[in-house]
Each structure stands twice: as structure tokens, then as C-alpha cells.
């Protein structure tokens, strides 16, 4: 079974851009979760799609957004980037129920300049 | 919400010693605990889990702990090998709805496994 893949790996940006990453998940998954990842904040949770659906958000300001497909792929789009959203942004994949587990794709490695 | 708290931050051991890295979490609820492998330029990997209703699993030389009382839980690997040299994460979350899907972190141990 193939895993979760991420593109693009990696993207280079000026501030006031905006940008769109894609995550296929895992086949028969339902559940994409976003990420982001920094040395200064470690792994922080973004927002969580279920069927379509946004089901749980973190505490990221509006210009990050997201949305799923039929297809269970997601986006997320981050509008006028500024220099702190440089990371490494990971999405995971589920069945989506309690406690199964979320299995991560490669990530893509965003910097803004 | 959930806190998770990792230590330590740094971990080096001998090639075939033994490494042991814990995790406490503040929120009762939290009931699934997994524990991810980063290693460089990767996502995390999966490398064993456990749930509320289990005191201990273990996976040939990788074995997880939770006290639930004193809301711990710990990962343990014997005879270290080179190739476990990464950054290990501890991870919570919990049934309620308002936090489905959600995995609070720990911020994350770099181990080291010297030959």
C-alpha cells in the first residue's frame, strides 16, 4: 500500500505570497491532519479534515486554510506569507476514528524569504 | 487543552545499552499514546503505540509503559543500534470530539547511539 504522500517537497517564497501544498493520504484513509513543524515550536497541530469536512483547527491565525476533496486528497493554503511561516509542514493520514493511528507523509519544506 | 512534557532533550548512549525516554501529559482524557522516529529530512515514522486500557506493549527490542495514574508513559529500547539514532516524539490525544484527529507532541528527543 502506498503511503502518504506530499508535493511539492520542497518551495521557496517571498513574504506576501501564497502558497498551496497538497496530501494525498494512505488508500481508504478518511482523515487528513496538517502540521507544522519548527525548531523554536516543535509540531503543531493546524487543522484536521474528515470527509470533506473540517473537524478540529488549531491555533494558527485565518491565512491558513485548508479543504478536502471526494477523493479524501486535501490542501492547505497559506495567503501573504510571512518570514515565521518558513517550516516543514507534514500532513498525516487516518481511518479517522479515536485512537487509530495517523501516519505521516515526507513533508514539504517551505522558506520564505 | 493537553500538555505533553519530553525528556530529555538529548540522549547519547553506547551502541548496546539501553535508552529511555519519558513523557507526562496533563489532560485525563488523553487515552492513545504513539510514539513517532524523525529522522533527517523524513517525516515521522510510527514506531509503536499504546492505548489507555494497556499498561505496557513491546516490540522485539522497543517497549512502551503508561502509568495512568501518575500520567506517564515511557519508551524504552535495549541493545541500541546506530541506525536508532534519530529524534524521537511522544504524542497524546483523546476520544472528545473537539479534539478528534489531533496528536499533541512532545517537543522531541535526539537520541545518539555512539559505536
Known amino acids: 500500500k502506498a503511503g502518504v504522500t506530499q508535493t511539492p517537497r520542497y518551495l521557496i517564497k517571498t513574504r506576501g505570497q501564497q502558497v498551496t501544498l497538497s496530501c494525498s493520504p494512505i488508500?481508504?484513509?478518511?482523515?487528513v491532519s496538517w502540521y507544522q513543524q519548527t525548531p523554536g515550536q516543535g509540531l503543531q497541530f493546524l487543522f484536521e479534515?474528515?470527509?470533506?469536512?473540517?473537524?478540529n483547527k488549531g491555533n494558527f491565525p485565518g491565512r491558513f486554510s485548508g479543504r478536502q476533496f471526494s477523493n479524501s486528497r486535501s490542501e492547505m493554503n497559506v495567503s501573504t506569507l510571512e518570514l515565521g511561516d518558513s517550516a516543514l509542514y507534514l500532513c498525516?493520514?487516518?481511518?479517522?476514528?479515536?485512537?487509530?493511528?495517523?501516519?505521516f507523509g515526507p513533508g514539504t519544506r517551505l522558506l520564505v524569504l | 487543552g493537553e500538555n505533553v512534557e519530553q525528556h530529555p532533550s538529548t540522549l547519547s548512549v553506547q551502541e548496546g545499552d539501553s535508552a529511555v525516554i519519558k513523557c507526562t501529559y496533563s489532560?485525563?482524557?488523553?487515552?492513545?499514546f504513539p510514539w513517532y522516529k524523525q529522522e533527517l529530512g523524513k517525516g515521522p515514522q510510527l514506531i509503536i503505540d499504546?492505548?489507555?486500557?494497556?499498561g505496557e506493549k513491546k516490540d522485539q527490542r522497543i517497549a512502551v509503559t503508561l502509568n495512568k495514574t501518575a500520567k506517564h508513559f515511557s519508551l524504552h529500547i535495549t541493545e541500541t543500534q546506530p541506525e536508532d539514532s534519530a529524534v524521537y516524539f511522544c504524542?497524546?490525544?483523546?476520544?472528545?470530539?473537539?479534539?478528534?484527529?489531533?496528536?499533541?507532541f512532545g517537543r522531541g528527543t535526539q537520541l545518539t547511539v555512539w559505536p
Open positions: 504524542a497524546a490525544s483523546s476520544n472528545r470530539g473537539s479534539t478528534l484527529g489531533r496528536l499533541y
Open positions: 489532560d485525563s482524557a488523553s487515552n492513545y
Open positions: 498525516a493520514s487516518s481511518l479517522g476514528q479515536a485512537q487509530e493511528t495517523q501516519y
Open positions: 488508500s481508504g484513509h478518511r482523515s
Open positions: 499504546i492505548r489507555s486500557n494497556v
Open positions: 479534515y474528515f470527509s470533506e469536512t473540517q473537524r
